[in-house]
């Protein structure tokens, strides 16, 4: 069972480029989410789904975007790389009413933007 | 100001002694709250979870006391162990869930 598997596990950007993060689960889970992890500041939600078609905002979404077209794809895409999107970022996914239920993350895309 | 505040952000206790980690939180509603453990170039894992119609949760060397009244929870880590040095992340929905800025707990022998 491979749980939460997100890919590229590194990437270097310049600034101004596009990228997307892939996330894949494989628990026929409902809720997926994307955050950011930067020193200090623990775990930002930046988009999250509760079910394949519906996406929503989160506390920082600006300069992604996101889309949910299968319950186990959730990809998130960077439109213009910029500095402060240097980042560690984490997939999670959990069941129905999931913010009150455990989350499996992935191990993270550690992405550095010059 | 902060939705779920994390205290303290870095613990140092020797092999055998306990870690205390304190969270407080500022929705009267949150019913739920866990705590992950993130270990080096991974991911956070939940390790234990509180739900607001229990006190006090135990599971081996952790666990987790909750006070409603008072609106903080803590994580308590008996008999220390190396393999216990991680970042140590509590969490609250406040809507979405809300996350603290985590402590890193380093056990020396």
């Known amino acids: 069972n491979a749980g939460v598997t997100q890919t590229p596990k590194f990437q270097v950007l310049k600034t101004g480029q596009s990228m997307t993060l892939q996330c894949a689960q494989d628990m026929n889970h409902e809720y997926m989410s994307w955050y950011r992890q930067d020193p200090g500041m623990g775990l930002r939600l930046i988009h999250y789904?509760?079910?394949?078609?519906?996406?929503d905002q989160g506390e920082v979404p600006n300069g992604y975007n996101v889309s949910r077209s299968t319950t186990e794809d959730f990809p998130l895409r960077l439109l213009s790389a910029a500095p402060s999107q240097t980042s560690v970022y984490f997939c999670?996914?959990?069941?129905?009413?999931?913010?009150?239920?455990?989350?499996?993350f992935g191990d993270g895309t550690r992405l550095s933007i010059l | 100001g902060e939705n779920v505040e994390q205290h303290p952000s870095t613990l140092s206790v020797q092999e055998g002694d306990s870690a205390v980690i304190k969270c407080t939180y500022s929705d009267s509603a949150s019913n739920y709250f866990p705590w992950y453990k993130q270990e080096l170039g991974k991911g956070p894992q939940l390790i234990i979870d509180i739900r607001s119609n229990v006190g006090e949760k135990k599971d081996q060397r952790i666990a987790v006391t909750l006070n409603k009244t008072a609106k903080h929870f803590s994580l308590h880590i008996t008999e220390t162990q190396p393999e216990d040095s991680a970042v140590y992340f509590c969490a609250a929905p406040r809507g979405k869930l809300q996350f603290g800025a985590g402590t890193q707990v380093v056990v020396t022998p």
């Open positions: 789904s509760v079910g394949a078609g519906i996406t």
């Open positions: 999670a996914s959990s069941e129905m009413d999931g913010w009150e239920q455990p989350q499996h």
